[in-house]
């Protein structure tokens, strides 16, 4: 399946991914740096993308201009397939205060994404065809790139009963999760994932032990014994993962682990995999780039689940990146409203705000610095869709255009023009990064300008 | 100093100096009369989101002794009580300009939340489980009353370490001081990683011969249904301070109150070595120095509001 326009597979069953339908843009890239790993593409050229649709590439200054095409300078610029993010919170229905699906979109743009997948941890959770068809619905009228829902795995993520796996599946569900809070009962999960036999869909995992984690608020180690704040142990997180792991194995099922945070986790789906788990799963910027020492200013922003934690779990975490244990790169875009934030950290609500500056985070603490190359980075960011049978997508003639441009020179203080995204609890708020994206592509169609960008075009 | 956070922003210079105006205010509450003039005319709010008798009634009785005009809020029966944010009591108070808002919450780092939202100087009195530096500092303040110096000295802190804001604050201030600390108590009640704030950890009193000081924690009743220890019985049997495990030399503390019979036998509490109510006087006077130090100190900075009053006023000036 690839990152398209609604409806394009055909077919009897609903589309996946879900955007406001539009017609494909015609666009020359003049003269960047195009870069596309998995095409092994590397070189300055013109892109150039007609009726939505990647054509041919030319030398640079070379492709021919299309009749009401958009020409834009390349020239210092970078283009690279658009990202893919699995895991966003975009909070339709019910909390449209802290984000919708127009503002979630918009946010998941800025940041270089073509499609990204929302969660169902909603308010009434997405558990019901119902539910499901009524953020779809929205989703066609109000979201400017392809989203894809997931469904619940039990009715009101209460963890007892299955929700209609198989309706839900027919209703267009990308997948299954619970994500906010784990699957505590391993007899419930193992019913889930016998019953993908015949609803599909992968089954994307909260790992975490209610029991162990009971009352933490951040990572359990020496800055919360400092502190004084209750502790969440790494081994909350990397026992469900080698429970659930097993529980996959032994049904044969396949399933996404969501948001690692600790070296015991990386070892334990590095584990699984040797031993033939379908498993796969996913880090987020915020775990490759922070440690729990960001507590210390006890500044509710940097409080999420899991919980920040050791610079040596985050080592770990940027090794398991670079050699594969971890497929790829997940924001878990969690907007909250400021006054959920501004309280006192035990108080806050969980969770970070991090579409908007994934790539320039990742870029400016990992890629620069020589930890990780730019190819892995591009590639780990566009891969997300995989574990939910989303292609990843490529800058190569005759495909969907889905791309992403980028100033990697551009230095720019976060949140100092405010954030797309309706909330802005941003981790790296009044930080300078570098690397910026100025214009997204998304399922064919410009899905945003950055604004000094569009202003530099318009004159 | 603009602000009395917690121990571990506090400098030892900075701990000195409060702890001599303490020593000078202890002198005045031997006379009769025992008011000053200092803070007339300013206005000191007590904002209480838990209930406190020593620490509450102390700051109150400090800001009236220096000639404040004192307010306390608690949360019950207030605007707190109906569901106000914190954000909002702090501006509803910052309202009548208080020189000092001294807050108390069950929640750590509150008051670095409030230092943010008003332009009062803001005092820690009891954060969540992390810190109670006015605690300490009286603390540090006794203890100096009968001993020269701390330098060197051995203390251990026993009991609930895992739920202790006073064990925290308490462990910083006596390091900075110059004080070995261990910390003893069951293994489920010492956090871990607290080794790395500079204390060494017991899991038993056999070595409690070695100490100068013993400082007893509360160990609350709740925790046993939280299954942190087994029973009070067994707590007791294995950190309860008697007379057979407190040394004739060893100095005796706690921060109150006591649950008698539980972390401390009754026969130690009344004992010459403890320094329990001498911990409650210190509470007084070292409360007076701290709002002293923050409400009159020649660096307090106030540049938002115009010039700062004057600290000595001057012939032409209305006093």
Known sequence: MNVSANGSEGGAEAPKLISRPGAGTNLIIRGARLLDPRSDLDAVRDLVVRDGEIAEGAEPGGAAEIDGAEIVDGDGLLAVPAFVDPHVHFRVPGQEHKEDLETGTRSAAAGGYCAVIAMANTSPPIDSAAVLGSVRDRAEREASIPVGFVANVTRGMEGRELTEMAELADAGAIGFSDDGLPIA????????????RLAGGVIALHEEDPDLSAGGVMNEGEISAAL????????SESTMIARNCSLALYEGARIHVQHLSARASVEEIARAKSAGVQVTCEASPHHLTLTDEAVRSLDARFKMNPPLRTEDDRQALIDGL??????????????????????????AAWGVTGLETAFAALYTDLVLPGVLPLELLVERMTCGGEPFGIEAPRLEAGVTANIALIDPELAWTVGEDGYESRSYNNCFGGRELTGRVLMTVAAGRVAFRQRSFALGVAT | MKHLLGV???SRDEMDRILERAQSFAEVGRRDIKKVPTLRGRTIVNLFYEA???????FELAAKRLSADVVSVKSAGSSVDKGESLKDTVATLSAYDPAAIVIRSPHAGAADLVARWTEASVINAGDGKHEHPTQALLDVFTLRQHLDSLEGTNIWIVGDVLHSRVARSCLLAFRKMGARVT??????????????????VSYDLDALGEADVVYALRMQRERMSESFVPSLREYAARYQIDSRRLGPRQLLMHPGPVNRGVELAPEVIDSPQSLITAQVESGLVVRMAILYELLTGSDRARPERG?????????????
């Not at chain 1, 009962?185 to 993908?196: I, S």
């Not at chain 1, 004084?228 to 081994?235: I, L, N, Q, S, Y």
């Open chain 2, 183 to 200: 910390v003893c108590g069951p293994p489920t009640l010492i956090p871990r990683g607290i080794e790395a704030l500079g204390c060494a």
């Open chain 1, 185 to 196: 009962n391993a007899n419930v999960l193992r019913r889930a994932l016998q019953y993908q």
């Open chain 1, 322 to 347: 670079r050699d594969g244990t971890i497929d790829c790169v997940a924001t878990d875009h969690a907007p909250h409203a400021s006054e959920e934030k501004e309280v006192p950290f035990e108080e």
């Open chain 2, 52 to 58: 406190s008798t020593r620490t509450l009634s102390s």
């Open chain 1, 228 to 235: 004084g704040m209750a502790g969440v142990p790494a081994v």
């Open chain 2, 307 to 319: 010039p700062a009053p004057a600290d000595t006023p001057t012939i032409g000036q209305p006093a």
């Open chain 2, 8 to 10: 571990d922003q506090l």
